[in-house]
């Protein structure tokens, strides 16, 4: 039943060579390019923003790291114990996206850009969670669009996500505020010469 499901929204979701070349470099872009959003946004948010928000930004990018740690961690296990091969191994539909022919379920793709975007969605702004998940099912979109994933991939990826930042905080409950104190100190000796010029944050 659910295999069905599967096959039926990657046949509806999937491009074919009828489908505007527009449309499919676009895609390209976002399944290859827009994840580079996660590392890209979680330093600004540690090396600059208002002054009495840079302890909670920097709290923040902790527990996205711990989540994301913990649930990639989780969707190698479960790729392990539950191989399900790419669609294009299968033969099924088109594949637009080179990409090698290692297990498909869950996406690492969707686990990183889903976890994130929970992460703000628990720990930050409502909106800028909601902004995050739009990003997120967009990413989720081209990888089926393109042939790469299973619409299923990506659901699981979500739920590794969702596992991943209860994990995450329940980790900085237990030692998260000594972490945090640490890193910061490493950040201030690394840091010391960008931070003395006003470049980045104390």
Not at 71 to 93: C, K, M, N, Q, T
Not at 95 to 121: E, K
Not at 131 to 143: E, F, K, P, T
């Amino acid at each position: 039943m659910l295999e069905n499901l599967n096959y039926s929204l990657f046949y509806w979701i999937n491009a074919t060579p009828a489908s505007p070349q527009w449309m499919i470099s676009f895609a390209i872009f976002i399944a290859r390019d827009l994840i580079s959003i996660v590392p890209l946004l979680a330093a600004i948010l540690w090396l600059w923003g208002p002054r009495g928000q840079v302890s909670a930004q920097r709290q923040l990018v902790i527990k996205m790291a711990m989540a994301i740690g913990a649930s990639l961690l989780l969707s190698w296990v479960i790729g392990h114990i539950y191989p399900h091969d790419r669609p294009f191994v299968d033969g099924v539909g088109y594949n637009f996206l080179q990409h090698a022919p290692d297990d498909s379920f869950p996406s690492d793709h969707g686990t990183v850009i889903f976890t994130f975007a929970l992460a703000f969605l628990f720990w930050h702004r409502l909106w800028t969670g909601v902004v995050m998940l739009v990003i997120g099912c967009a990413i989720a979109w081209s990888r089926v669009y393109l042939g790469v994933h299973w619409p299923m991939d990506m659901v699981g990826g979500f739920l590794s996500g969702l596992i991943g930042c209860l994990a995450a905080q329940v980790m900085w409950n237990a030692f998260g505020e000594a972490l945090y104190q640490h890193l910061r100190t490493l950040y201030r000796f690394c840091f010391s010469l960008p931070i003395r010029k006003g470049w980045v944050r104390d």
